[in-house]
């Protein structure tokens, strides 16, 4: 009886995507937008819009300029084909393009929606727009797990955008500051996402969406983005509900000075041998990328820039000066391996201590106290704890933390641990064997986009099975502003003023005390006193 009921469970799972294989374009969809007229493909009742520019091409004298709106064309303009990714290498196995290259020309963005014929203005769905992951160095809106389609069957027009990375998304200078009638330089790549969201508040009534029920999410540095979007001032009114996935910029690749910004882009300069911006400008997008990961230049990070930021992060969040919406956001059970910390010495109870304490000075002590080390398997485990803690839990913890004590809309926070299957292919499989939810793992279950990797991971009833619920939460967050629903466990919202809790998304999913809430709270301290 359970294996019938596993195929059949799975079988419904699957039949979006089975039902997805013909397209009906006899008569494309054509979309009046702003800026002219787009036709994109019907995709079984889809309506698929891929390649629609937001902003002017951000090349020539445009690099490393604000984005500015799209130019108006004559004509149809074709939107069936995925425009170029953002400049960047293949540095991550498990970004899966659909996009044919990269280029600087890049600044567009993708539409799925539900609405099959008639006029698709004043359908009032609420709408998800998704900025993806990747560091600020990779990514692609065409990526595999972040498809749309599945989003839409739900009725929910589904919008990923590309914007600028690495070298051209974050370069400061102080020529390029001088320049600036802003009087700020870097963080190109977040402005872009404003344009965009400026450009959905514009158009996706088009598409049958309401520009009043937007919702922005994102994982790793795109939800690093959801928590830079809801602090600037520029993003004001652009949407209603926030959702982030492990990462924000409370403690993840955080804002730094602008002059501290403007130092790396110098040496930079001085690396590449540019005596000018005309000169800097010259240079190749090819021979730009190449030399910007070079192994001695550093990040170009997000910067404190008095227009995007006015002033830093925290002080915002602590001030309550944020956007006041409801946020969805948490972070998975072991985001990376304990080697992220051990490097390659093994993880004992002496290794760890003594890596600790280089770590932490005077407070390595009052530290190690909460994580116990007295065995080898206790001093691995904590080393993956501390390890996951330092790249994105702490300062997805710190996001949860602020939200719900300054801003009065409900922040649900979850926490993710079940464990993907092993994957079948070279280029995904890892030499770590994980004992949790690794970073990134939960995306193609909140999307509902595991049928698309059914090649490559051999999924079981219960993937299947926590990809529902996962998604439905989402779902409902979407189109309510809170994710509980019918035939769902109960996910209440964060109270921080009694016990802490989150919900433990798994096969078996329920509300429960947050794990090692003290951890947290010392290394929130610690930070406090070293920033």
């Not at 001085?270 to 990328?289: K, T, Y």
């Not at 910007?292 to 002080?315: A, C, H, M, W």
Request: net charge positive; hydrophobic share 35%.
């Amino acid at each position: 009886m359970k294996t019938f009921l596993n195929i059949c469970l799975i079988s419904f799972f699957l039949l979006p995507t089975c039902i997805a294989q013909t397209t009906n374009n006899d008569h494309p969809p054509q979309i009046q937008t702003d800026n002219g007229i787009i036709q994109g493909i019907d995709d079984s009742g889809i309506l698929e819009f891929k390649g629609i520019p937001y902003a002017q091409p951000p090349t020539g004298n445009r690099r490393w300029k604000p984005p500015k709106p799209v130019k108006n064309w004559s004509g149809i303009r074709k939107t069936d084909q995925f425009a170029p990714r953002c400049m960047q290498k293949d540095i991550f196995g498990d970004l899966m393009y659909r996009s044919k290259k990269a280029s600087e020309d890049c600044l567009y963005l993708n539409v799925w929606t539900p609405v099959k014929s008639g006029n698709l203005k004043n359908k009032h769905l609420p709408v998800l727009v998704y900025f993806y992951g990747g560091g600020f160095v990779a990514g692609d809106g065409s990526e595999l797990r972040y498809d749309g389609k599945n989003m839409a069957r739900h009725g929910i027009v589904t919008i990923t955008v590309n914007y600028r990375l690495g070298v051209f998304g974050f370069l400061a200078l102080p020529s390029l500051t001088k320049e600036s009638p802003n009087n700020a330089s870097g963080d190109y790549g977040l402005l872009d996402q404003v344009q965009a969201l400026r450009w959905v508040k514009k158009n996706v009534a088009s598409f049958g969406g309401d520009p009043d029920k937007v919702t922005i999410g994102g994982q790793s540095a795109g939800s690093l983005s959801i928590s830079a979007l809801i602090t600037t001032p520029l993003s004001q009114n652009l949407f209603r509900g926030a959702i982030g996935e492990s990462g924000s910029v409370l403690g993840t690749l955080s804002a730094v000075p602008l002059n501290k910004g403007e130092k790396t882009g110098e040496k930079f300069e001085q690396m590449v041998g540019a005596q000018s911006l005309s000169e800097l400008r010259a240079i190749s997008a090819d021979s730009l990328l190449d030399a910007s990961l070079q192994q001695n230049v550093p990040r170009f990070p997000i910067t404190v820039d008095g227009y995007y930021f006015p002033e830093s992060p925290f002080k915002i969040y602590a001030e309550g000066q944020q956007a006041n919406v409801p946020l969805l956001v948490g972070w998975n059970s072991e985001e990376v391996p304990y080697q992220f910390l051990m490097g390659n010495k093994k993880p004992t109870p002496k290794n760890f201590s003594q890596v600790v304490h280089k770590l932490y000075g005077k407070h390595a002590d009052s530290l190690l106290a909460l994580y116990p080390h007295a065995t080898t398997k206790q001093a691995k485990k904590s080393a993956t704890d501390l390890a996951s803690t330092r790249f994105i839990k702490f300062s997805t913890w710190k996001w949860s933390y602020m939200q719900n004590k300054t801003a009065d809309k409900p922040v649900y926070r979850y926490y993710y641990s079940h464990i993907r299957p092993p994957a079948g292919i070279d280029s995904l499989k890892s030499q770590f064997k994980p004992t949790g939810a690794v970073h990134a793992a939960e995306i193609p279950y909140v999307l509902g986009n595991l049928p698309r990797y059914i090649n490559i991971y051999k999924w079981t009833y219960d993937d299947y099975n926590v990809s529902h619920i996962f998604e439905n939460y989402v779902v409902n967050f979407i189109k309510t502003g809170n994710p509980n629903g019918l035939g769902l466990p109960s996910w209440n919202s964060m109270n921080e003023s009694q016990e802490p809790q989150s919900l433990y998304i798994n096969v078996q999913t329920q509300m429960k005390p947050l794990q090692h809430p003290k951890r947290y709270l010392f290394l929130d301290k610690i930070s406090d006193q070293t920033n």
